[in-house]
């Protein structure tokens, strides 16, 4: 008899659980090594600050050490593009938005990971808005106002935000374009840059963050029109939705999602769900998000997954709709 035609059904079993069940064999005692978490950005923005809060807070409640990597790069491609090609064990998480698991699908024409086949959604943590706001020299108090006088100065607007394909930058075009007024983009290298024009008056409108326009706002050196987020910010109270203000349906969020590998097990992710979920309810992190002018979420697996579909799904229409490609 040849003995390399003989199965033996404990040899495959063992065999099988090596090769295709590394992380189902460790789901019951996970986690038992390090975490890396990556965050696909420089260190020290709001994207790191998210992060490394996290990264602690988790480290606590597993009994493992979380430790996030930077990797920045191609708008957050090379640190998501690493996370996508790790084992799918629950030891590589990484942090996601709405550039890389909205807009760059659409934007870069060879994405080097498919945000939606491969990655497993574990938990949508919050929305951070950005703020319409005009140089006080504009003769508008509201957006319904800006729209009007939008409308009667076709072309003659200028808008900032830092480079193409940005969420700043892609807000505009959709607002442009949910309702039909015509102003000019202006493009920068960052944000700073475009905000000093914008209180100089160089430019007349801008989509900033809320973190970068607020003490701008404070001081009268800007004035906001609205929150682009769907509900009103609990930053921002008093500042009512563009939405509500005039456009309805206009959403255009800066998000923050936690993601794994595609293939990790479902144990894995929703014991990372409830403890994020847990971490997002602690009084000193809902403390250090709203000062960073986040609003919490939370919520399950699928609840990130179908917002992704949606976030894709949104700015395909308005990138495509504007011609913009990025290499």
């Known amino acids: 008899m040849n003995d390399t035609n003989v199965f033996y059904p404990a040899a495959l079993l063992a065999c ?17 090594k390090p975490i890396r978490l990556i965050a696909p950005n420089e260190p020290g923005g709001p994207t790191d600050i998210l992060a490394r809060t996290l990264a602690q807070k988790l480290s606590v409640n597993l009994g493992q050490s979380v430790i996030v990597e930077n990797r920045a790069g191609a708008g957050g491609n090379i640190g998501t593009q690493v996370a996508a090609g790790a084992r799918p064990d629950g030891y590589t998480l990484v942090t996601g938005n709405n550039a890389t698991f909205g807009a760059n699908i659409t934007l870069y024409k060879n994405l080097p990971f498919d945000p939606v086949k491969g990655f497993a959604p574990i938990v949508l943590i919050g929305f951070q808005p950005n703020i319409l706001c005009v140089h006080p020299s504009l003769p508008v108090q509201s957006v319904k106002q800006f729209i009007a006088y939008a409308k009667e100065n076709p072309g003659k607007l200028n808008y900032g ?33 475009a905000l000093v024009d914008l209180v100089s008056g160089q430019i007349h409108v801008m989509f900033a963050t809320a973190l970068s326009v607020k003490q701008h706002i404070q001081s009268g050196k800007v004035r906001p029109l609205a929150v682009t987020t769907a509900r009103r910010s609990a930053a921002f109270p008093d500042l009512p939705t563009i939405a509500e203000a005039g456009v309805p349906g206009f959403d255009a969020t800066t998000w923050h999602g936690l993601f794994a590998p595609a293939g990790t097990p479902a144990e894995i992710v929703s014991r990372l769900n409830t403890e994020v979920n847990l971490i997002l309810k602690m009084p000193d992190v809902l403390k250090l998000l709203e000062s ?36």
């Open 16 to 32: 099988l659980t090596l090769t295709l069940g590394g992380g189902f064999a460790s789901a019951s005692d996970y986690p038992n």
């Open 292 to 327: 960073m002018g986040a609003d919490i979420k939370g919520g399950s697996s699928k609840e990130l997954a179908d917002h992704v579909q949606g976030e894709i799904a949104k700015w395909a229409k308005v990138i495509n709709a504007a011609g913009i490609t990025l290499n």
């Open 161 to 193: 935000a830092s480079g193409q394909g940005q969420l700043a930058h892609l807000a505009a075009e959709l607002f442009k374009g949910m309702t039909g007024t015509n102003l000019v983009y202006v493009g920068y290298k960052s944000a700073a840059p």
